[in-house]
């Protein structure tokens, strides 16, 4: 079974963007055309939203409202965030922290989501992301993972 693709917030920011990119939406078609769910994790979500609603994007944030509601949108749990909080202390005790140590870590939140549903992350930061979960550049993941 094809692992789902759980956006990472820089291309969902690309998809939510008023300038259709025909690069992503080809792939995001390509994924809903194999039977691939792509899911909206809420960190995710968040991360881009606040960036959006401090610009005044508005034509951005009622593209991505739009996205929430064709795609799957995956809230927080309390079980995901306790994942993560695991995720960030094993990062520091090996040495491999992702932010600073006061910082929230979204990284680690998203892996813990993605963990949470045993997707794959579509992103542009392979790099910390694949510390914790399996994550590829989202123009890599157009094959079953």
Request: charged letters at 25%.
């Amino acid at each position: 079974m094809t692992k789902p693709r759980v956006l990472d917030a820089v291309p969902l920011g690309r998809l939510a963007h008023p300038a259709s990119n025909p690069e992503i939406v080809n792939w995001l078609q390509q994924q809903v055309d194999s039977g691939i769910p792509v899911i909206i994790p809420e960190i995710a979500d968040y991360e881009l939203r606040r960036s959006l609603v401090l610009e005044g994007l508005t034509r951005s944030i009622t593209r991505l409202d739009k996205l929430e509601s064709v795609l799957i949108y995956l809230p927080l749990t309390t079980a995901a965030m306790r994942q993560a909080a695991e995720l960030w202390a094993e990062a520091r005790r090996c040495w491999r922290p992702t932010a600073d140590a006061r910082a929230l870590d979204g990284d680690v939140i998203l892996a813990a989501q993605a963990l949470a549903v045993g997707g794959c992350v579509a992103t542009e930061n392979v790099g910390h992301l694949s510390l914790f979960v399996e994550a590829r550049d989202w123009r890599s993941t157009d094959k079953p993972a």
